[in-house]
């Protein structure tokens, strides 16, 4: 009964560590999906006649706030050590057209994020990254792809508002 117990516990030690690793990436995904569904539901609800209003001079019109997510996507997950593939040219990104080309953009830039942020591992959480605007954590950086996108999804869904369009979700 006593190796039985012994083994029970161990079982259970081994399973549960097991469950909690990588628990911040994972978590991040979660939320990460959540806003991409958003922003992508949003981006179509948007007219593609509406991509290059801005509600003002020398801030970016709607399309390109969506090629500015998909851009720092790519960007964070960089200074993660992970580059973006071949097929992606960042300087060029935010010369893509049409609605449908760019929502495919964020899309894919999402999609890249999700099958490569569980290749960072817990013990690399702590390590430091350098950006234009700060030094932090890769646990940190990790939680910038979830603030950033935030962060432009509320624009979108402001923008949204000024030319008439409801989020889907609030309807």
Do not use: C
């Not at 509406?50 to 706030?65: C, F, L, N, T």
């Not at 950006?131 to 432009?152: C, N, Q, R, V």
């Amino acid at each position: 009964m006593h190796r039985f117990i012994v083994l029970l516990v161990s079982f259970f030690l081994i399973t549960h560590g097991n469950a909690q690793k990588q628990a911040a990436q994972k978590e991040a995904i979660k939320f990460l999906k959540q806003n991409e569904i958003a922003i992508l539901n949003l981006a179509k609800e948007i007219p593609e006649d509406q991509y290059h209003w801005k509600p003002a001079q020398g801030v970016r019109d709607i399309g390109s706030v969506f090629l500015h997510i998909a851009s720092s996507n790519y960007f964070i997950m960089m200074n993660l050590g992970i580059p973006p593939p071949p097929s992606i040219d960042l300087m060029s990104l935010g010369s893509v057209e049409g609605r449908d080309n760019i929502i495919a953009t964020v899309q894919t830039s999402f999609q890249f994020v999700y099958d490569h942020l569980l290749s960072i591992k817990d013990k690399q959480l702590s390590e430091k990254v350098k950006f234009p605007f700060a030094e932090m954590t890769k646990y940190g950086a990790i939680y910038l792809l979830i603030d950033h996108s935030g962060e432009h999804k509320g624009q979108q869904i402001a923008y949204a508002r000024s030319i008439g369009v409801a989020p889907p979700w609030s309807r």
